[in-house]
């Protein structure tokens, strides 16, 4: 087991339970890593403002990853960068979304926008990161500043082939990958979570072989690849867990913070 400095950690799915709460157990497994002496970060597709309920229950401190990494913040919301997606690849990706018949969000700046606020998982998300979409009739003109771009399904097949067909046509302009069955996130090229690693390894001065990564979503697979050691939640797919290095319980069954007694703390 790698010595570990720093745990880097998704948001849903991972470190909150399906009902989006933080656990006690969760808030005291963070506070036993501060104690070691073990840094802890996160990172998230969500916006900046659908993080700031975790920053004074888990006391954070680095810098927050939004986006999958396309916004940093401090933990007082402040900005330290921001990676848009480039303006002449907007329309494309809105129009592969569209093709696969999809429902499309966008984020710009602070604002969540949306064609349909009845749409499927709006409600759920608006309750997720406590605040609500603002409406727009069209996206027409819309491709200066726009952090992310989501395309929403609940048939999963369409979201995966809408995954694939972003890398086959729009390449390494975007980065492209599903942050859950039913979402796939569009961002700039180097807003992805295995570049979150990176950037925290240099910004801290930590070797990524230092680094722990926890998540359950096919984008946090990057992030497994950038780090000594990696933990599947017991809710991910298959591919997740096959792609890390230890699988852990559920986040229905403590599986954060049983990954950080088990994996971590009892590890060092």
Known sequence: MPTVELVLADVDGTLVTPEKELTDRAIGAVRRLKQA??????TSGRPPRGMAMLVDPLELALPIAAFNGGLFVNPDMSVISEEAIPADVVSPALKLIGDHELDVWLYRGADWLVRDTKAPHVDREAATVRFAPVR????DGMTEGIVKIVGVSDDHDRVTAAETAAHSVLGDRVSAARSQPYYLDITHPEAN?????RHLSSELHIPTSRIATIG???NDVLMFAQSGLSIAMGNSSAEVQGAADRVTASNAE???ALAIERFILDGQ
């Open 37 to 42: 002496g073990i840094g802890f970060a996160v």
């Open 136 to 139: 727009v009739e069209s996206f």
């Open 193 to 197: 979570k295995g570049r979150v690693a």
């Open 216 to 218: 359950d979503g096919p």
């Open 254 to 256: 403590e599986g954060f």
